[in-house]
C-alpha cells in the first residue's frame, strides 16, 4: 500500500512543500536571466502550465539583483508563484539572491570548496574538520538573510559537481554525495533554520535512486525530516528523457519518497510540467503495479499488462511502475502488453526502459542538459545535430551539456562530452579529460564524430 514518506513543512513563499501538502511540481527557465522581457514571459508559460515554483540561474550579482525586476513585473501582471534563484560559484551571489527570491538553491560542491580538478587530496583529521569550519562561517551569514527575509534554501547536490575534498575522502560514491548533503544540512539544524529542501541529482537513474535512500536513512538515523526534492538531471529529450525521468523519479515516488519534482528535458520549460503532473497522478497506481509486477516475476522477467489512452502516457506508467525493480536487478527482462498499440513499439518500449535502468543497452545514450541561462549554444538545435551524426554507436553514452558547471563531472557517467566551453566555442571531452579545448561551434560536431571513429578503429 502507497505511503507517502513524513517530512516536516517548509514554507516557500506562499506555498508549503512536505508535511501534508500536495507533491509540488517545478520547472527552471533557460533564459537570460538578465533579460527581463524574456524570464517574465517564460516564467508565465510555466505557471500557465501549471509550474507552482520557477527556478532561475543566478551565476552572479547582476542576475541576482534582477531577479527583483523579474519578481516585481510577475506579481503587477498577477503572479505570486515563487522565485527561486540557482546559484553554484559563488557565496556572496546567494547573499544578495536571498533578498529578492522566496527561495535560494546553493550546490555544496561548489558553494565554498574551489573549483574541481579532479585531483586526490589529502587531509588529516583536523585539515578536514578546519574545511567544515569554513563552509560554516560562510554559510551561517547566509542563513541569517534567509531568515531575515523569510527566504527557503534548497540544499541542491548533482552527482556532476562533487567538490575535490569529497571525492578525496569519500570517492565518487553514494556515501560520498550524501555526506556533501548532510555536512551543509547539519549546520542547518544547529542553527534551528527549517525552511529547507533537499535535492540529490543524477544522470544515472541507479546513482539517484540508490542515493536519495541513503540520504532518506542517513537523515532519519539524526532524526532529520526534511522535505525532499526529486529529479533526474540531463535526462534528455524526447522519448528517452520521459522514460528515464519515469524510470528514476517514479521509483522513489511509488516508495512514498518526495514532495516536489520536476523533470528535466532538454525542451521549452513547460514541456517539463505536463509530463511531471502525469507523474505525480500515476503514484497509487503505479505503486499497485509494482507490487504486482513483483510478485509475478518468472525467469528473471517481469511481464507488464497495461491500459493506456496514450503512447506517452503509456511510456510513463511502464516506466514508473517497473523502473525500481530493475534498478534493484530483480529481473533483466521486460514484456509489455498493452492492447492497441504495436507489438514493435512495446518491445522498443521495454528496451527504453531496461536502458535507463542501466540493465542493457540497445542504442545510444544521451546524456543532455535541460539548458538554463547559462547555456552558451542552442541546445536543442545541436542535440538535433548530434543525435543524427551518432545514432549509429549502440552503447556509446554522449554528454551534451550547454555550460561548465556540472559538464566535466556528468562526464564520468559518458564516454564522450560535448561542453559549452564560450560563445561560440565548444570543449570535448572523453571521461572527465578534456581533449580539444574551444573549438568553433561550427566544427565541433564533426570533430567529436572523427574522434569517436578514430578511437574505435
Known sequence: MYQRRFSTEARVGGIGIGGSNPIRIQSMATVDTNDTEGCVAQAKRIIDAGGELVRFTTQGTREAENMKSISAQLKVDGYQTPLVADVHFTAHTADVAALYCEKVRINPGNYVDPGRTFKHLEYTDEEYAEELKKIERQLVPFLNICKAHHTAVRIGVNHGSLSDRIMSRYGDTPEGIVESCMEFLRIFKRENFNDVVISIKASNTVVMVTTVRLLVKTMDKEDMHYPLHLGVTEAGEGEDGRIKSAVGIGALLTEGIGDTIRVSLSEEPECEIPVARQLVDMIEACAALRAQAEAGIKDDTITLTLDAPDWETLQLKAAMAVGALFIDKKAHQLVIRCDGFDEAKLVELADGILQAARIKFTKTE????????????????????????????????????????????????????????????????????????????AEAVDKLLALIRQDRK
Open 366 to 441: 544521451y546524456i543532455s542538459c535541460p539548458g538554463c541561462g547559462r547555456t552558451l549554444y542552442n541546445l536543442q538545435e545541436t542535440i538535433a545535430k548530434i543525435k543524427a551524426a551518432t545514432k549509429e554507436f549502440v552503447g556509446l553514452k554522449i554528454g551534451i551539456m550547454g555550460c561548465i558547471v556540472n559538464g566535466p563531472g556528468e562526464m564520468a557517467d559518458a564516454d564522450y562530452g560535448y561542453v559549452g566551453a564560450g560563445r561560440g566555442k565548444i570543449s570535448l571531452y572523453k571521461a572527465k579529460e578534456c581533449v580539444e579545448k574551444n573549438i568553433p561551434e
